[in-house]
């Protein structure tokens, strides 16, 4: 029986969604299909689906069955029309911008956008002659002053690396589309799970699925969503000409892992909550961001917009660097890791993770003190983490 998705909720479409055209031989998972060609006897038939008239695959570099289910997937759970993916997270910002944008446009993004993502607006489009402005971000007025004068890109990334600063998508989607932009939305940190922003008027969303996707920090993988089938064919042709394919094997591993998605995002984020209030209550530690204390500036804005709050939160210590040189280690249920979105707790200062591409003065810019430590926490049980925490704290 055909499974419809139209009435099921996340955790249901995490687990069943995007899987059932490709399973075979009565498997109830989705096969590694690692074949680089799909072969045909009839010519008719192979030319059919070479020119996109006939379903099926031709080579791998543009598409195969088990990336293809990952693709489904995410697409149900974006309540999207179209989705295609990509090697990492990187290759879809990148090929999603390359896709749309030539010398003599303009881009209006936030400062805080993930580091790599900063990279590509600082030093690459615009040696492009691509005019890229960067607001301070949260600064709605800024943005919306800067978009009026024209753009063909909005770029924005909510909750931000690592400060988890929040924008307003419908405020912003508004006035993208009152200039005509596409209005791209980076939604790594929220997952579908807490936040769609097409359903709050953007084109298109893009996810490294590296992170909370995968979950298990064991494959990387990137991926595109949009309102618009015919937006996303567009990026779909850049990336199958230009070769940023996701690997069958990722996919698989990705598959899999989305089934918890639901179930590891709930946790993670009550996990961050006892986090952020205890890290709060103690002395050593000057500033905890995360959207879910009343305490953030735009709290107001992640409650509307947002289902949840999610797993990242980050804080800066008193003795900045120092502190951090000591208490990081002492963690032990803890990576010391540049990755996020893993069922395991990871730590790292951001001047050696998101932002480790930026000078000590483009962070303090970025308003990132070098004794920031961001955390993605896992789904480990909440007071061993702040056992832990407590404990790694002790002598300081
Ligand atoms: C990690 C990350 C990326 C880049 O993804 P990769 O898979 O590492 O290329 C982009 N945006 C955000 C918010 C990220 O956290």
């Not at 570099?61 to 295609?84: C, I, M, S, W, Y």
Request: glycine fraction near 8%.
């Amino acid at each position: 029986m055909t499974k419809n998705f139209e009435n099921a909720s996340m955790g249901t479409k995490s687990v069943w969604a995007g899987e059932e055209e490709y399973l075979v031989h009565g498997a109830t998972q989705v096969p590694v299909i690692p074949s680089v060609a799909f072969g045909y006897d009839d010519m008719d038939e192979w030319y059919d689906v070479a020119i996109g008239r006939k379903k099926g695959h031709i080579y791998g570099r543009n598409t195969n069955p088990t990336v293809q289910a990952f693709e489904d997937k995410v697409k149900l759970l974006e309540g999207a029309e179209a989705a295609t993916s990509f090697s990492t997270g990187m290759a879809a910002i990148s090929n999603t911008l390359y896709t749309f944008l030539t010398p003599g446009d303009r881009i209006v993004s936030i400062k805080d956008t993930y580091g790599g993502t900063n990279k590509i607006f600082t030093e690459f489009l615009p040696r492009q002659q691509v005019e890229v402005v960067l607001c301070a971000t949260g600064d709605h007025e800024a943005i919306e002053r800067e978009v009026a004068k024209g753009c063909k890109i909005l770029y924005l990334e909510t909750p931000t690396n690592p400060t988890v600063k929040i924008t307003d998508i419908a405020r912003m989607a508004k006035a993208g589309k009152a200039v005509d932009a596409l209005v791209i939305v980076d939604n790594t940190f929220a997952t579908p799970v807490n936040q769609n922003p097409l359903a709050l008027g953007a084109d298109l969303v893009i996810h490294s699925a590296t992170k909370f996707l995968g979950g298990h920090a064991d494959a990387l993988g990137g991926v595109v969503v949009g309102k618009e089938k015919e937006l996303v064919e567009q990026i779909y042709h850049y990336r199958e000409i230009n070769g940023a394919t996701m690997d069958p094997w990722a996919a698989y591993l990705l598959l899999r892992g989305m089934k918890t998605l639901q179930l590891r995002m709930k946790k993670a984020e009550e996990n961050a909550h006892a986090l952020a209030a205890y890290l709060q209550s103690i002395d050593i530690v000057d500033d905890v961001f995360y959207p879910g204390l009343e305490t953030h500036p735009n709290h107001h804005i992640a409650k509307e917009q947002m289902k949840g709050f999610g797993a990242m939160l980050s804080f800066s210590v008193k003795g900045g660097v120092d502190t951090v040189r000591v208490v990081l280690p002492k963690l032990q249920f803890a990576n010391r890791a540049a990755n996020l979105g893993a069922v395991e707790t990871t730590v790292g200062p951001a001047r050696t993770t998101s932002h480790v591409e930026c000078t000590p003065e483009e962070r303090a810019a970025m308003g990132i003190p070098e004794g920031l430590i961001r955390v993605s926490c896992g789904i480990e049980d909440s007071e061993d983490i702040i056992a832990d925490f407590k404990q790694a704290f002790e002598d300081e």
